[in-house]
């Protein structure tokens, strides 16, 4: 319980902990930002970790001078897409095998088969759209790896939606990071951001119990 306060915590007021960070570390800031947005597409395990709020607090950090954008922009969009290609190859190597367990309810072949038919109806958008979900894009590439796309094209959406997002969220954060009312409530135009985020997802999940209330 203690470790899930903390976690809120960072995440509500990452402004104040990464100028902390700043001003501890210097420029090893930037391989720390660098490793979180890695580890946060890259790993199946961390996908915890802030993606879409970090971003933005980068952005409007680089707004004050604390940090160059052109240099953020560029570490963090190799981070995402460095990320997101390590995730594709654990899922090519390990996907198989965990899929294998019937019922497994995390890598049920059954949830391959139906992100596979989700890839053939909507294309390598997947990729793109999926970069602005929280958690569903740490498991999207692996899924792709696993059989769900080739990597020719996956790469191409790769590169894609990692510039689309980093440049997005970077973006924002360095327009509108330092408009006195958004910097005097950070806290809940974090939690925003991490609302607007899931809202496909949940919109997703509710298309699919009405369906299957119908049926």
Same mark, same amino acid.
């Given at each position: 319980?203690?470790? *899930?306060?903390? &976690?809120?915590?960072?995440?509500?007021?990452?402004?104040?902990?990464?100028?902390?960070?700043?001003?501890?570390?210097?420029?090893?800031?930037? @391989?720390? *930002?660098? @490793?979180?947005?890695?580890?946060?597409?890259?790993?199946?395990?961390?996908?915890?970790?802030?993606?879409?709020?970090?971003? &933005?607090?980068?952005?409007?950090?680089?707004?004050?001078?604390?940090? #160059?954008? #052109?240099?953020?922009?560029?570490?963090?969009?190799?981070?995402?897409?460095?990320?997101?290609?390590?995730?594709?190859?654990?899922?090519?190597?390990?996907?198989?095998?965990?899929?294998?367990?019937?019922?497994?309810?995390?890598? $049920?072949?059954? #949830?391959?088969?139906?992100?596979?038919?989700?890839?053939?109806? #909507?294309? =390598? !958008?997947?990729?793109?759209?999926?970069?602005?979900? /929280?958690?569903?894009?740490?498991?999207? /590439?692996?899924?792709?790896?696993?059989?769900?796309?080739?990597?020719? /094209?996956?790469?191409?959406?790769?590169?894609?939606?990692?510039?689309?997002?980093?440049?997005?969220?970077?973006?924002? =954060?360095?327009? &509108?990071?330092?408009? /006195?009312?958004? !910097?005097? $409530? &950070?806290? @809940?135009?974090?939690?925003?951001?991490?609302?607007?985020?899931?809202?496909?997802?949940?919109?997703?999940?509710? %298309?699919?119990?009405? %369906?299957?209330?119908?049926?």
């Amino acid at each position: 319980m203690e470790l *899930l306060t903390q &976690f809120i915590d960072i995440v509500l007021h990452l402004d104040q902990h990464l100028t902390v960070l700043i001003q501890n570390y210097g420029s090893w800031v930037y @391989l720390i *930002l660098f @490793l979180i947005i890695f580890c946060e597409t890259g790993l199946v395990v961390t996908p915890f970790l802030p993606g879409d709020s970090l971003l &933005f607090v980068a952005g409007a950090l680089c707004a004050t001078g604390a940090l #160059h954008v #052109h240099g953020v922009f560029a570490l963090l969009a190799l981070a995402a897409f460095s990320g997101d290609n390590t995730n594709y190859w654990i899922g090519r190597y390990l996907g198989p095998r965990v899929f294998s367990r019937q019922r497994s309810r995390l890598f $049920n072949p059954a #949830h391959l088969q139906r992100t596979q038919r989700f890839y053939e109806r #909507h294309g =390598g !958008k997947t990729i793109v759209l999926a970069r602005f979900m /929280p958690i569903i894009r740490t498991f999207v /590439p692996f899924v792709a790896g696993a059989g769900a796309m080739s990597y020719r /094209p996956f790469l191409i959406f790769n590169v894609a939606g990692g510039l689309i997002w980093v440049g997005t969220c970077v973006g924002a =954060g360095y327009a &509108f990071g330092n408009v /006195p009312i958004v !910097k005097a $409530n &950070f806290s @809940l135009v974090a939690l925003g951001i991490v609302v607007v985020s899931l809202l496909p997802m949940l919109i997703e999940l509710l %298309k699919r119990r009405g %369906k299957a209330g119908a049926a």
